[in-house]
């Protein structure tokens, strides 16, 4: 029996970090943000498509997709974030159910999916049991600008783009606030593993 856990979050609200910790304790992390990134590599169905929808202008020049460009173009405009969506989101899931699978045929006890948009796409049918992690908006401003050179302008259309943390905190399971150090978030991790009756190899 393999129990199925949901990460998520909002964009630098710490799941990457979570999901190192989680990794530490010889778990398996499946990470959506990963797939993605191999699901619109150069060949791929998806590449073929985003370009007949976006154009060669988001391309650089070895022809992989610029992800800046594209980025600049989709957290900015609602449309083409849900077209983006559309073509990358099924072979995203069906990647992830695939690892899922294979984990189960493991044996593995515990399966974690990394997924920032679990709730806004409704994904929660993939998971048995939901784990957010949660900053108050002003950190989640503040590390998103840090880690990504963003201007706060264009950091707030990142963080529009998605659910609130402050409505996503109503629907999970358990919840992890990451506003603090290392340290506490370690500690409410262990806290919630144990919980769920999971024993840390
Ligand atoms: C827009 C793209 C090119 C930007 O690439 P970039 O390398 O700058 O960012 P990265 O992929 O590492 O994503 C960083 C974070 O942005 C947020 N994010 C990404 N895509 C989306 C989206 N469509 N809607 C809302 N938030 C998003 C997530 O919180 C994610 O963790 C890329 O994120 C992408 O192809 N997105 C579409 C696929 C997708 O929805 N991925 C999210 C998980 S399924
Ligand atoms: N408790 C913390 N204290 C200080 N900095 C932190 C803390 N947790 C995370 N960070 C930093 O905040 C930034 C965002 O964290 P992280 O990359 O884990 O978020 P994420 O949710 O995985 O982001 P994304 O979904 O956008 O990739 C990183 O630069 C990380 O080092």
């Excluded at 949901?6 to 989680?22: D, F, Q, R, Y």
């Excluded at 002003?138 to 409505?167: C, G, K, T, W, Y």
């Amino acid at each position: 029996m393999s129990l199925v856990i949901g990460l998520t979050g909002g964009i630098a609200s710490g799941k990457s970090t979570v999901s190192n910790m989680l990794k530490g304790m010889a778990i398996t992390v499946i990470d959506a943000d990963i797939e993605a990134r191999l699901a619109v590599m150069k060949g791929e169905p998806a590449y073929k498509e985003i370009i007949a929808e976006f154009g060669e202008d988001i391309l650089l020049e070895n022809g992989e997709i610029d992800r800046q460009k594209l980025g600049a173009i989709i957290f900015h405009q609602k449309d083409k974030r849900q077209r983006l969506n559309e073509i990358t989101h099924p072979e995203v899931r069906r990647s992830m159910l695939e690892q899922v699978e294979k984990a189960k045929r493991d044996n593995e006890k515990v399966v974690v999916l990394d997924i920032p948009l679990l709730f806004e796409s409704k994904l929660t049918y993939m998971v048995e049991k939901t784990l957010l992690v949660y900053v108050d908006r002003d950190i989640q401003l503040q590390r998103l600008v840090e880690r990504n050179s963003l201007s706060i302008a264009d950091a707030q259309a990142r963080i529009s783009s998605q659910m609130p943390l402050s409505e996503k905190i109503k629907l999970a399971d358990a919840v992890i606030n990451n506003n603090g150090s290392l340290e506490e978030t370690k500690h409410q991790l262990l806290k919630v593993l144990d919980n769920w009756g999971i024993k840390q190899k």
